[in-house]
């Protein structure tokens, strides 16, 4: 039974910095339960001085404790301990990303916590598998490209994939030599700090990774402008991520890695095959995590003659959906995170709606589930390309629908103005497999599949207002590095 009683869970509530846990604040915000709409703990609003306390201290133990220069196999063990502690932590760690995320314990247990120790692993092997390189000069003198850390990493982290989502900055950033803080979403604070823990209890020395609490207008704006901060890694909104690389402009030049909204399509031609199979793929693009993804395929565009059999097929998908609350290990469907984001998705189909479209099925909250916001899956049609629908990030389970005749013309309604980070493509013919993502404008094209694997070799990032830079693969590692360029004559 993986079922528990959220009132029974206990859990530290303040920032986490050297190795201890401090509760320095100027103010404190309220946290709430999804599932219920609950407050349930208060955090920190950590302010410049906490922020610039956390930072000096990272910098200071990244050198005294050797973090940096000790040798890459060094950091990898300790990085693989920590992975294993996580692995052995499930039960108290899925509780907690439960208790105040929008994910099921069961799919916390089952896949989110085994995908954050493995992406953890995949870094402490980039440790000592990526280098330097010799580069080719003139005999009598020996040119090279040395990589070394930046120094302090400062992350920032959305509530939709808490932990996931740590692992992601903080395993390349600490592999490759690096301090980082912190600030997870005011929204899941908590089991990011145990994340933390569990870090230091695997042998990162103290004060290496730090955690600070607030919202990112106050806390996580100082963490990007401290001057000690030399890379940001951010994952959440355009908006933010636009006003980050403002920030990180202004305040030392510091590169920036941004993951950032998406508004992906399902491009499904006729020759698609299993109509079953093809429907079950668009329907977890687009209701995973109660559709609060980044890279959730919430545009479907399909070709006239499957269309029917294919629609007929998501809406009886849709209407089997049940809510539960997270902490119940019946439960399959998340809710929305809070009220804010409810009456966002409530207000986005409302004036769809308005604007033209035809609701096929859902498009209103679940009845009887007390305070917290569950969305019914929702299928919108006759939506015209400026619709709202079409055009703005919902980050709700809420797919438009969209078809065409010919391949130009659908490759030309997947393409968006504003966002370019991922994009699924349905057929069975590979040229046309292959022409469509040759010619789709998104960092990452999932062919037959919708969702990443745990290939983390694959990075993941977007093109336009999805972001800058890359998450996962080498490349995630690569870019917590600065290379500097060294020749030496004989």
């Not at 060094?74 to 760690?93: C, F, K, N, T």
């Not at 990589?147 to 932990?163: K, R």
């Not at 998908?317 to 469907?333: E, V």
Request: proline share 5%; hydrophobic share 40%.
């Amino acid at each position: 039974m993986l079922s528990f009683d959220p009132d029974k869970v206990s859990f530290s509530t303040g920032n986490y910095i050297d190795g201890q846990h401090s509760q320095l604040n100027e103010g404190q915000l309220q946290v709430h339960r999804p599932s219920d709409g609950k407050a349930y703990a208060d955090i920190p609003e950590s302010g410049s001085a906490v922020v610039a306390q956390a930072v000096e201290i990272a910098e200071k133990k990244r050198i005294s404790s050797g973090w940096s220069t000790c040798s890459p196999r060094q950091r990898g063990a300790i990085l693989r301990r920590w992975a294993d502690l996580i692995d052995e932590d499930a039960p108290y760690l899925g509780q907690l990303e439960a208790l105040g995320s929008t994910r099921p314990i069961a799919d916390v247990i089952n896949h989110e916590i085994p995908f954050t120790a493995e992406a953890i692993r995949f870094y402490a092997e980039c440790a000592d598998k990526y280098s330097g390189d010799l580069l080719p000069t003139r005999q009598d003198s020996l040119g090279m490209l040395i990589p070394e850390p930046y120094g302090v990493v400062g992350a920032i982290t959305p509530w939709n994939f808490p932990l996931s989502m740590a692992s992601w900055k903080c395993g390349p950033a600490l592999a490759a030599g690096n301090a980082v803080v912190l600030k997870p979403s005011e929204l899941t604070p908590f089991s990011t700090v145990r994340m933390a823990e569990l870090a230091v209890k695997a042998g990162l020395p103290a004060g290496v990774l730090n955690i600070v609490q607030g919202s990112g207008l106050h806390t996580g704006s100082e963490l990007v402008k401290h001057p000690l901060v030399r890379k940001v890694s951010f994952t959440g909104s355009t908006r933010t991520g636009a006003q980050i690389m403002s920030d990180a402009g202004f305040n030392g030049m510091k590169p920036v890695t941004l993951e950032l909204g998406g508004k992906s399509p399902q491009l499904v031609f006729n020759d698609a095959g299993d109509i079953d199979e093809v429907a079950q793929r668009i329907l977890r693009g687009f209701t995973a995590n109660g559709g609060q993804a980044c890279v959730a395929g919430t545009r479907l565009i399909v070709q006239r003659g499957i269309a029917p059999a294919l629609i007929e097929k998501l809406v009886s998908l849709c209407q089997q959906f049940k809510p539960g609350n997270t902490w119940l290990d019946t439960t399959r469907y998340s809710p929305l995170i809070d009220h804010r984001q409810g009456e966002k998705v409530q207000s986005l189909v409302r004036q769809s709606c308005e604007e033209g479209c035809e609701v096929l099925v859902g498009g209103q909250r679940f009845e009887n589930t007390e305070d917290g916001w569950f969305w019914q899956p929702t299928l919108l049609a006759n939506v015209a390309n400026d619709n709202c629908a079409v055009q703005e990030e919902i980050f709700g389970p809420v797919l438009t629908v969209q078809y065409f005749d010919e391949e130009e013309e659908g490759i030309a309604l997947a393409q968006h103005d504003t966002y370019g980070l991922c994009a699924g493509v349905h057929t069975l013919s590979l040229p046309l497999a292959m022409r469509a993502m040759q010619s789709l404008n998104a960092g990452t094209v999932w062919v037959n599949r919708y969702g990443r694997s745990g290939d983390f070799i694959i990075p993941t990032g977007g093109f336009m207002g999805s972001g800058i830079g890359k998450d996962l693969g080498r490349q995630a590692f690569q870019a917590c590095q600065r290379q500097k360029s060294v020749l030496i004559d004989f």
